[in-house]
């Protein structure tokens, strides 16, 4: 798991150990970075679970759980528009005047290679 300042990060001590008060600058950015790692990790290890739970029957549809949780498989659609064949159909401009355009911020937090910045 991740440690900050030499303790370990729980459920329990996280608001305290994160609060900026308590972190440099640079050590926000570091934490952001390894705990982004650790998401994406957990993901990667969630859905290869997720996935072998749902091919481990072959009903379509089926409802069990474990001690702790549930897990239900239902069968769903969903829909999506075709955005490259609106715009072919009614034209890049109307697809523009018809668009939701939102502003803003995003914050890119990357490993730097070597560990050590330029």
């Not at 459920?11 to 934490?31: A, G, T, V, Y």
């Not at 790692?37 to 481990?56: G, H, P, T, Y």
Request: aromatic residues 8%.
């Amino acid at each position: 798991m991740i440690k900050v300042n030499g303790q370990q990060l729980t459920r329990e001590n996280w608001r305290e150990l994160l609060k900026p008060k308590n972190l440099s600058f640079q050590e926000q950015i570091d934490i952001a970075g390894e705990l982004s790692e650790a998401r994406k990790f957990l993901q990667i290890c969630e859905d290869f679970v997720k996935e072998s739970i749902k091919n481990a029957r072959d009903d379509e549809e089926w409802e069990d759980h474990g001690l702790h949780y549930q897990a239900i498989k239902t069968k769903k659609t969903r829909e999506a528009l075709d955005t490259r064949r609106v715009k072919e159909e009614m034209g890049e401009e109307w697809f523009k005047e018809h668009c939701k355009v939102t502003e803003y911020f995003e914050l890119r937090i990357t490993r730097i290679p070597n560990g050590d910045p330029e």
